[in-house]
């Protein structure tokens, strides 16, 4: 894949809360009930709004029904992000390991009338196909880094995903847009990054892909 067109997701304001999240280790463990709710086809998201400034953490899994590979090759291009990613405008690479281990990107992202817009780079290490570690380099957010990782299931037959961000903006933003981002952002970029990770590279659902709960 072309490294002008291999970026990592916005890794962005779809978390603007804040709760211990980030004083624990960095792994999430979930339990065998989140495993079992995660097979039947929800999205787990956990956060707590801020309560002195715009700031926080959240957390958040979704089971798909494909490979680490192709899960990680979604989150990891530039098309694929701009169809799923709520609010994103634009990304690109400006900068990149020669074996791609690591990648500075520039994305932007617009929230329409109740926000501005936000432009911001971070860079982003991976380990092929199992971990995406992100961190803020300038832009319109103090703090933006985080960690998406995906792990197979037992067997193999889907990836469970989950998704931790601290972000801290330079900008203002209402108590009211941060559960609204809770409560519909979140989910809708996790199920986005389900429905596109399964579509097969020829475009083809997966079989599993009209199985899940809304």
Known sequence: MPTHVRVAIV???QALFSSSLYGQNDD?????????????G?????????????SGDV??????HASPERVFRTLTDCDEALRFVPHLEHCAVLDA?????????????????????AYYVFRADYER????????????????????EFRPTPDG????????????????????????????DVPELMKGLRARAEVAPGGAAGPSAGQHAP
Do not use: C, H
């Open 11 to 13: 890794l962005l304001a």
């Open 28 to 40: 999430w463990t979930l339990t065998p009930a989140e495993l079992a709710r995660l097979g039947d």
């Open 42 to 54: 929800a999205v787990l998201v956990d956060g707590e709004l801020g309560t002195d400034r715009p």
């Open 59 to 64: 957390r958040a899994a979704v089971q798909v």
């Open 97 to 117: 390991a020669a074996d791609n281990s690591w990648q500075v990107v520039e994305q932007q992202i617009d929230y329409g009338w109740y926000m501005p817009r």
């Open 129 to 148: 196909f199992a971990r995406i570690r992100f961190s803020n380099v300038r832009g319109d957010f103090r703090e933006n880094r985080g960690t998406w």
């Open 157 to 184: 037959k889907a990836t469970v995903v989950t998704y931790r961000v601290r972000l801290v903006p330079r900008f203002y933003v209402p108590r009211w847009v941060m559960r609204m981002t809770l409560k519909r």
